[in-house]
């Protein structure tokens, strides 16, 4: 029997590779999330104050979409 010993140092660099960058798919997913978000944040910015309290928005949420920073409330 005999026991054979690698340092770490050569292992952990090709096991920490970097992972390979998005294919096609994911980017296609990515740029349909991105135009979906931009034609919400057109449309709740079309709605009244009072509309978009009626839909579970809060104060501070309408104020933060008004000011550009969309934020879906989070269903209770």
Known sequence: MST???ALGNIAPSAA???PPPGLFARLVHQREM???R????YLMSQSDERLAGLGF???DIR???AGN???PVAR
Request: aromatic content about 0%.
């Open 39 to 42: 034609e919400i944040a057109s």
């Open 17 to 19: 590779a970097s992972p």
């Open 64 to 66: 933060d979409l008004r």
């Open 4 to 6: 054979l010993t690698i």
């Open 35 to 37: 135009r979906a978000r």
């Open 70 to 72: 969309l934020r879906i």
């Open 58 to 60: 809060s104060a501070d």
